[in-house]
Every structure is written in C-alpha cells, then in structure tokens.
C-alpha cells in the first residue's frame, strides 16, 4: 500500500530534522519567551517544533497555538497529547481546530502517559494498548460533525502515537498516520521501521548534550543521568517502565538499566560536538527515521535555543 497523501504531504513539510523541547520548560516559560524561542527554530531552520502536556498544567492545543501563530512554515507537532487530559472528542475537535487554521502545519502526537497521570485525575491506568484503542474509537465518534472544524481535504492532519513496544506499534500502523519513539535509541528506530512498513512516519526523539569536549559532554550527560533519567521513567527494568521494557528487549541487562550505566548514556543521550550530534541523528535517518526531533538538555529555552543555534549548521542539512 502507497503512503496517504497526509503521509507524503507531512514527509514533505516536515524535512528531516526538527526540535522536541522539553515540557517542564514549556510548561512555565513565559508566552513571551516561547514566541521568541520558536521563531528563532524556524529562522535557524529547524522543520518542526515540538512539546508535550502533563495532566493540570498548560493545554497542548494552547501552547501550539501560540507557536503557530507566531511563525510562518514551521510545523509544530504535540509530543505528546496526553489522552488523560481531555475526552477522545475534544481531543479530535482541538486538533481539527488547529489544523484547519494553519493547514498542513500540526501533527498530532498522542500517547497513553504514566499511571500517576490517570490516578492523579481519580481515573485507573488499566492497559495502555487497550485504554489507545479505546480512546482512538472514541475520537472516531463525534456526536455532531458539524461542529467540528474540518481541515483542507485533500490533506488532513497527520496523526501519531507515541509507541515503543511491537504491539503499540502495530496499533499505530493499523489506527494511525505513523509513531512517535520517545527516549529511546537508534536499534528502535529500526525496529519500529519494520513493524511500521514503509508507508507511515516515524518521527523518534532523540536527547542532547552539546559540549565541544567530549570527554565534558560525557560528564554532563552522566550528570543528566544522575538528575533526571529516573524522572523520566528511564530506569525501572521490566516492571518499573516502558523507556526500561523497551531497552530489555534490545538486550540491556536488568542491572545496566537500573543503574543507567555508560552503555545506557550512550544509546539514549547523543553527546559530543556538532558532528558527533549529527552522526546520530543520521543514524536515526539511515535505520528508517522520517524526521528527527532534536531534543537539548536545558533548564530553561535560554539554555535550549543556545544549543540549537551551535548545531543548526550541521544538522539542519541532513
């Protein structure tokens, strides 16, 4: 089967390589800053912008309005929509919204979250494969079609799941546009290529730490590790979490994951200089990737836009 057109239009819009930019940093920065921020991604030439939501903070569809709205080609991209924040028809209706007002420039990324993100809202966690299945259907089934704003036909929006796992995968190529890898490395790229088949998107993310001293990028991405992997769910094993899950099936071992150790960094976090960051983003886009979303450790979008102005000259062409 031939790729949609949606699929061939957004492959086309989006190029090869975009910025994923961290949700505790969207999620407090200033509108103002963040108006700033992505206009310099697109001016430095950066295919997408991308963000996330977590339950009760800033509404997804809000942020990227503000984006859109401030930019001109940039397409920006939800990394993800969480499903607990909204019901699957409200879910629907907001990206139709602004996929109708910025046509072929939003991609719908959505994803299942973490059980503390449902239990936060009273709600059970249950089976992520089976929770997306159902709420897929329930963004199928619009009460009243009329009210819900209809994007240029010939190319409507472009949806993905956030996906790591075969069986997720596998939803994505049956119900979806194509996948949305998070925190994981270059081997599940390739995977996720050959459960995808070739005709849907596949738009990994991929963690940065920019130093031009390796041996300090090194250091700081051992830093990061100390920091925030376990935030992230990265550690866990087979129990604790999906990032975890996902790295056994690739043949870490249980003690290599719960202690992040230097193989870990190495296939989550791409650190060194501009060429060694973009030898992995070519990586990435050799294994199957369609765009790569470049995603810079920062505390702030001060520190973020810093990093991608460093490595747009050698990453922007890829």
Not at 115 to 124: D, H, K, M
Not at 225 to 231: C, D, F, G
């Amino acid at each position: 089967m031939a790729a949609t057109v949606t699929v061939a239009r957004a492959r086309e819009r989006l190029g090869r390589v975009g910025v994923w930019v961290n949700n505790q940093v969207t999620a407090v920065a200033p509108a103002e800053e963040q108006r700033r921020a992505v206009a310099r991604i697109e001016e430095l030439g950066f295919g997408s912008a991308w963000t996330g939501e977590s339950t009760g903070g800033r509404d997804i569809f809000a942020k990227l309005g503000i984006w859109l709205a401030e930019t001109d080609r940039l397409v920006v991209g939800s990394g993800v929509a969480n499903l607990w924040a909204r019901p699957g028809i409200t879910m629907a209706a907001g990206a139709a919204t602004l996929a109708e007002a910025y046509p072929e420039r939003f991609v719908l990324g959505l994803g299942v979250g973490f059980p503390r993100q449902a239990e936060s809202l009273g709600r059970a966690y249950g089976r992520p494969l089976a929770r997306m299945r159902e709420y897929l259907d329930e963004m199928d089934t619009i009460p009243d079609p009329a009210l819900v704003p209809t994007a240029a036909p010939e190319a409507p929006h472009p949806g993905v799941l956030a996906a790591l796992g075969p069986k997720m995968l596998a939803l994505a190529k049956d119900r979806a546009d194509g996948a949305h890898p998070y925190a994981a490395p270059v081997e599940t790229t390739a995977r996720a290529r050959e459960i995808l088949g070739p005709d849907k998107l596949l738009i990994p993310e991929q963690l940065v730490v920019y130093h031009p001293d390796p041996a300090q990028a090194r250091e700081r991405a051992r830093q990061y590790r100390a920091r925030t992997l376990s935030a992230m769910h990265v550690i866990g094993g087979a129990t604790g979490s999906p990032y975890g899950r996902n790295l056994l099936r690739l043949g870490y071992t249980e003690e290599q994951i719960s202690t992040v150790d230097d193989a870990v960094i190495d296939a989550l976090i791409a650190h060194g200089d501009e060429e060694a960051i973009a030898r992995r983003l070519r990586d990435h886009l050799v294994a199957g990737a369609d765009h790569v979303l470049v995603n810079p450790v920062g505390a702030d979008l001060a520190t973020i836009v810093a990093t991608l102005e460093r490595i747009a000259p050698a990453v922007t062409g890829l």
